[in-house]
Every structure is written in structure tokens, then in C-alpha cells.
T-cell receptor, first 114, second 110 residues
């Protein structure tokens, strides 16, 4: 079955620690996205990538970093500079360009502070 | 600035009681409006895409409609399994980013 796999499902971060969230897709989509979801707020875009080896900042990129070395993978690192990292993180993929079809989502990683 | 507002924030229905969810949008040039369903602890599940005013899409008890300023998600004779948060999102004229509303949390009681 094609889809998006996020891991781990739950993650705990200590003060001063960087943590990396994994996102893998087998939908053959060129574009991948990272969102943050907080209670009572809509999804907010952290970073996105429309092609391998290229990515752009979204609306709330500070304290986060990404890489896109393979089409299938788009890991997100939450650095110690992100002072309020507790949230539900969602990865998505889609087809960029004029058709602008829907993005498809993984089942998320919930990050908490120890 | 592109913006999406959903109402109500929460909606409680009895099983079989039909209703509608609203998604109002402000974008400089709509290039697609999307409805998603999200269950607790899960990622959003794609429901519908609408591209132009007057367009309608249906799936089981759900029907999505689009005007130049808003979209409605009509739920006919809902069942408890329809309980979820429904999200609306739009692509603006730039096309690179989806802009999400805050969602409507729907609860259907038997």
C-alpha cells in the first residue's frame, strides 16, 4: 500500500537536545511538507521541498532544520533553539505544479518535553 | 493576506440530524479548496477537492459545495462514526503552500 510513514509516534526531548523526526513516502511524490499542529490552531507550515536537494522555509521555520537527500525521505530536526517544541508534527507529500492536487498526510509524531 | 476561517469551532449533533460546516476564505486567486477529516491522534484524511465556484462533490453522507467566498460541507443523516475534526484548506495564487483553517470538531451522539 502506498502511503506516508512517520516515526516515532511519540518522542520526548530533553533540554538542550536536538531530535529528528522521520518521514518516508512511497507515493512517488516530488513535494514533501512538514506541519506543526497545536490545539485550537490550524496546521502551520514549517518547511517544504518540491524537489530533491532543495527546500524552502515555511511560516514557522525558526528552530527547525530539514534535509532532502532522497525523493522518498524528508527528515525534520527540532533543534534546541526551538523553545516551545511540544506539538503534533505532521508530514505530507503531494504533486507540485499546476494541478495542485491534494496533499496526503502521515499519522504524525507527538513531541513532548521531558 | 490569504486566510481561512471555519465555523463553528465545535458542533454537536444527534444521529440523523443533518447540518453544515462553513469554510470562509480570502485568497488573491483560488487554485483549489480541500476538505480533510482528522481523527484524534491521526493525520488528516483527504475528502474532497473543489476548484471553481458552483462545483459540488459527494461521498456517502458528505457533500461539499463552493462559492466565490466560502465552502460548505453538508452532512446528511450523520452517524456516530462521522465524529471527527473537519479541516478546510486552500491554495492561494502562489500555489506553493496550503493555508488551513482551525477546523470544526464534530460530535455525533447516538
Amino acid at each position: 500500500d502506498g502511503g506516508i510513514t512517520q516515526s516515532p509516534k511519540y518522542l520526548f526531548r530533553k533540554e538542550g537536545q536536538n531530535v529528528t523526526l522521520s518521514c518516508e513516502q512511497n507515493l512517488n511524490h516530488d513535494a514533501m511538507y512538514w506541519y506543526r499542529q497545536d490545539p485550537g490552531q490550524g496546521l502551520r507550515l514549517i518547511y517544504y521541498s518540491q524537489i530533491v536537494n532543495d527546500f524552502q522555509k515555511g511560516d514557522i521555520a525558526e528552530g527547525y532544520s530539514v534535509s532532502r537527500e532522497k525523493k522518498e525521505s524528508f527528515p525534520l530536526t527540532v533543534t534546541s533553539a526551538q523553545k516551545n517544541p511540544t506539538a503534533f508534527y505532521l508530514c505530507a507529500s503531494g504533486i507540485p505544479g499546476p494541478s495542485l492536487g491534494p496533499q496526503h498526510f502521515g499519522d504524525g509524531t507527538r513531541l513532548s518535553i521531558l | 493576506e490569504d486566510q481561512v476561517t471555519q465555523s463553528p469551532e465545535a458542533l454537536r449533533l444527534q444521529e440523523g440530524e443533518s447540518s453544515s460546516l462553513n469554510c470562509s476564505y480570502t485568497v488573491s486567486g483560488l487554485r483549489g479548496l480541500f476538505w480533510y477529516r482528522q481523527d484524534p491522534g491521526k493525520g488528516p484524511e483527504f475528502l474532497f477537492t473543489l476548484y471553481s465556484a458552483g462545483e459540488e462533490k459527494e461521498k456517502e453522507r458528505l457533500k461539499a459545495t463552493l462559492t466565490k467566498k466560502e465552502s460548505f460541507l453538508h452532512i446528511t443523516a450523520p452517524k456516530p462514526e462521522d465524529s471527527a475534526t473537519y479541516l478546510c484548506a486552500v491554495y492561494g495564487v502562489g500555489g506553493g503552500k496550503l493555508i488551513f483553517g482551525q477546523g470544526t470538531e464534530l460530535s455525533v451522539k447516538p
